[in-house]
């Protein structure tokens, strides 16, 4: 095996790990970080989006929502090219308890989460499809967040400070000795290599998938993996995140993303992280809980269903999951369960990732004898070249928050609309490219960066143009992985093409019904009885 030295391993390429990869980096501590599928491959890329005020938590867990309150302004001036901001109202519906509006403004101003109480009239205004029978209306700054972005940009700022980042690469064993932890050794799951990673430090951020970590060193650590459903609308029927004003609860936030609304969420205990299904009751909870805040929600077209998996700490007996703290927990397994060189990072939001990883790596900066401080929430991010090639930056070069109309204009600006692959997130063809060039290897990765695939066709219009793209650019620049056969890349090609048709087939079939039925059938006559997808074979390992 090969052996790579380093100061601090960090297993998993969520927004914690990442921060923790960045933040190490930042100080000068050799690090690696470890992914075993592509980065946001976990519950990063699976939420809803939001940036949190700190609004929905005030009440039941005030430290979350302080802790979200300060750096919602952080990550508004490190990362203002992942974020819309587009503010938040809290309501209260004929379904909701009228005096908590008060317990709400009250709690905001005890936990310094912004408040402002507007008028119904006003609400109206600015977001009109709201139901009209709504009483009371408090404002936060609340916004939306492209967590897939967030995710490259961390790992971008942590490259250039020198840390490396192997995504596909699962940890198989953590080495003791005696009470010491000193070692990882990793598959690469494309080529099945492994690597022996001698560290002096383990950082365990893999979020829900921490307690199977932690039991490779012989520790425990519970987590408790929260299903929560989500289901993407096809329009924006609201440009402001709209919460109901009560305890959190099914179905009780809608948060504008780029071109969709989410409705969510559920909260369902589920046993494995890496298995869990959704049901059609699910979808229709969603729903019905939409049309309390959006009369006719029910009758919008949705796109797909998904699910995520919260990784929530559980240190003591509670009644239900939503009762679990959102708050993070940083474990030292030194004073904790007597085994050295390993520390776990649990729980917490997206929000408040940075903070997560600062307080880790403050630690482990303190037995590594570092003195750095930590400099993370005051240096902006860079973005990335794919990002950037999209029209990100202002004229005079100055980054800025992102804007519904942002992708519109970069294709207006550069003329490039027969250039377009993806008509639905107006994605073109050197944004999928610079994709390819930065290391995507697979077309759901290529989504993840730019987004190619996830407007109403669901893929159908693009899915074989990225293909192609796929395959030009693997045959002109071959790699390591990647050779001039040409029968080796158009394995690869058709492997790809497949594995995207599944993965969103899978977030298809809850919502198979009306439009999106006949988009899913007109998907279908495309790909199995033109193109004859049906009929492709490629082995496995060559996704």
């Not at 809803?48 to 001036?77: F, M, W």
């Not at 953590?174 to 990673?197: C, F, N, P, Q, S």
């Not at 240096?379 to 980054?399: K, L, T, V, W």
Request: proline share 5%; charged share 20%; hydrophobic share 40%.
């Amino acid at each position: 095996m090969q052996t790579i030295p380093t100061d601090v391993l960090v297993i998993g390429g969520g927004a914690t790990g990442l921060g923790c990869v960045r933040d190490l980096a930042m100080r000068g501590i050799r690090s690696i970080l470890v992914e075993k599928g592509d980065l946001t491959n976990g519950t990063t890329g699976r939420y809803h989006g939001l940036l949190h005020s700190g609004g929905r938590y005030v009440t039941k867990d005030p430290q979350s929502a302080t802790e979200c309150a300060h750096e919602n302004v952080i990550l508004r001036r490190i990362m203002p090219h992942c974020l819309e901001d587009t503010s938040g109202f809290f309501v209260v519906t004929p379904w909701d308890d009228p005096s908590y509006g008060d317990i709400f403004a009250a709690n905001c101003r005890k936990t310094e989460v912004p408040v402002q109480e507007i008028s119904v009239a006003e609400m109206l205004r600015r977001e009109p499809a709201l139901n009209p029978q709504i009483s009371r209306v408090f404002e936060v700054p609340d916004g939306s967040a492209d967590s897939f972005l967030a995710a490259h940009t961390n790992a971008l700022a942590a490259h250039n400070y020198g840390a490396q980042i192997f995504t596909y690469h699962r940890v198989v064993e953590l080495i003791r000795t005696g009470a010491h932890v000193v070692a990882a050794v990793v598959e690469d799951l494309r080529t099945r290599e492994r690597k022996y990673i001698d560290c002096g430090f383990i950082l365990n951020a893999a979020g829900a998938w921490a307690g199977q970590i932690a039991a490779l060193a012989r520790v425990k650590v519970t987590v408790v993996p929260g299903k929560g459903t989500m289901v993407a609308m096809n329009h924006r029927m609201v440009n402001t995140v709209i919460n109901r004003c009560k305890l959190p609860a099914d179905g009780d936030i809608i948060v504008p993303i780029h071109t969709v609304a989410v409705i969510g969420t559920t909260d369902i205990h589920v046993p494995d992280p890496d298995v869990y299904g959704i049901d059609p009751e699910e979808v229709q909870l969603m729903l019905a809980e939409g049309e309390k805040l959006v009369p006719g929600f029910a009758q919008y077209r949705a796109l797909r269903a998904w699910a995520g998996v919260r990784p929530l700490y559980k240190d003591q007996d509670v009644a239900n999951d939503r009762d679990i703290s959102r708050t993070y927990k940083l474990l030292d397994h030194r004073q904790r369960d007597g085994v050295d060189g390993m520390i776990s990072i649990v729980g917490g939001k997206w929000t408040t990732y940075r903070l997560m990883a600062k307080d880790a790596v403050d630690e482990i900066a303190r037995r590594l004898g570092n003195t750095q401080p930590c400099r993370t929430a005051d240096e902006p991010m860079p973005i990335p070249n794919f990002e950037h090639r999209s029209g990100n930056y202002a004229g005079d070069g100055a980054e800025k928050l992102y804007w519904l109309g942002k992708p519109l204009a970069a294709v207006e600006q550069a003329q490039a609309y027969g250039d377009l692959i993806c008509e639905c997130e107006l994605v073109s063809r050197t944004r999928v490219q610079a994709a390819i060039n930065s290391g995507a290897s697979n077309l759901d990765d290529i989504r993840r960066d730019v987004r190619m695939g996830m407007g109403p066709c669901q893929g159908g219009w693009c899915i074989y143009r990225t293909t192609a793209l796929l395959y030009e650019q693997r045959s002109a620049q071959p790699s390591a992985d990647v050779t001039q056969d040409p029968t080796f890349n158009i394995q690869h090609a058709n492997a790809a093409l497949l594995h995207f048709l599944q993965e969103r087939w899978k977030g298809l079939t809850p919502v198979l019904w009306g439009d999106q039925l006949r988009q899913a059938r007109l998907d279908e006559l495309i790909y199995v009885s033109v193109l004859g997808a049906g009929r492709l074979t490629a082995p496995a390992e060559t996704a």
